[in-house]
DNA sequence: CAACAGTTTAGAGTTATTCTAATCTACATT
DNA sequence: AATGTAGATTAGAATAACTCTAAACTGTTG
């Protein structure tokens, strides 16, 4: 049986990552680490339904709050790019480089970045872009 | 000196890809591909400030249509993932398979995806990650 | 040049996320 | 154990990036 993780597991895996244990942050970090090395893809509107679902008195913004401090204490790691959308008249396959900073995309010269190993699409799927996305920041 | 590409340049270029050469057609065509081979980079908003500052009558809902439009016709290639943020409780690095019909993540089993040839940053930045997005789509 | 399909538009709506500033709480210290 | 306070939470407003709607306009075809 799946037990779910014990409270006692969970508030020393917050101590251990400077998280004070409150109530929220030990509901969040039970519904998101049930047991040890489950892993899941979790979107910050889908963990607040489940918590509330849960009937724990957790809000929205907490919920974000509380994703983005255990992605920075390394518990979770954040997919995605920034949320705008460039359009590149660029239109041969190739890849980019975001500049965090400025916000600036910039094109990768073709042939440095190789990949390999791109996954078969399922039958009556297609694949429909690859994106790599490099983002570079100054350093703190 | 680099001389802006003509109106029956441009004329042209829509009309070969089914694309009425309506005034504000032609205006962003010209902002997007001034001249065979340049490259470049563009948000709907930047886009949108330059035909205004360029006093183009175009409003912002058609500066989307038309990128679309181009996008459509493979005049453009767009660089985004869903708008959503995941949060993955794997925080190993690997990559991942995004089901546009069902907004599911997925991990690419880590070592089947490849990726070499990143570029080192220049000195003072950092890569902060490297995002490798597979987008899959049922065939039309 | 009439007619209509295709296009544009202002402004409202949506979605995902962040901000604000007031209230609350964990916990080190008395 | 009571207290002080830095840290945490919250409701709701604000923001950013789009998308939608439905009315007005325009290229093109006959």
Redesign the pocket.
Known sequence: MAKKQSSEVTRDLL?AHD???????MALAKLLFPKPGHKQHV???ALFAQATKAKT??????V???L??FTEAGLLREV?VS???YFDTNTSPHHHVLDEDTGMLTDLKPGRLALTGIPRPPRGSQVTSVDVIVRMRKKA
Chains 1, 2 share one sequence.
């Open positions: 101590r998280l004070r244990p409150t109530r929220q942050r979107t910050a509107d008195g957790v809000s929205l913004a907490t974000y709050n509380t983005h401090q995605s949320s705008a959308t």
